[in-house]
């Protein structure tokens, strides 16, 4: 199962803004965090940003997380 981490979640995992992910994000240097779908693409107001956990996980250099049922 995906599981999607908040933008403020994940901006306060790297150590920086919000904005500042967001940023980095459109202009593909932290792509490998997830996707960024732009507004004129969804024809919602504003971009969508979705930062799967798996990948975060991997940037930061976190091994990849167990949930024993």
């Known amino acids: ?3 999607y981490v908040p933008t403020k979640i994940a901006a306060q ?3 920086c803004s919000q904005q500042a992910l967001r ?3 459109r202009r593909g240097v932290w792509s490998d965090l997830g996707d960024y779908i732009p507004k ?3 024809g919602n107001k504003v971009d969508t940003f979705r930062i799967y956990r798996a990948k975060l996980d991997r940037h930061l250099g976190i091994e ?3 949930t024993d049922t």
Request: aromatic share 0%; proline share 0%.
């Open 64 to 66: 990849e997380r167990r």
């Open 1 to 3: 199962m995906t599981q």
């Open 23 to 25: 940023e980095r994000m």
């Open 13 to 15: 995992e790297l150590g």
């Open 40 to 42: 004129e693409k969804t």
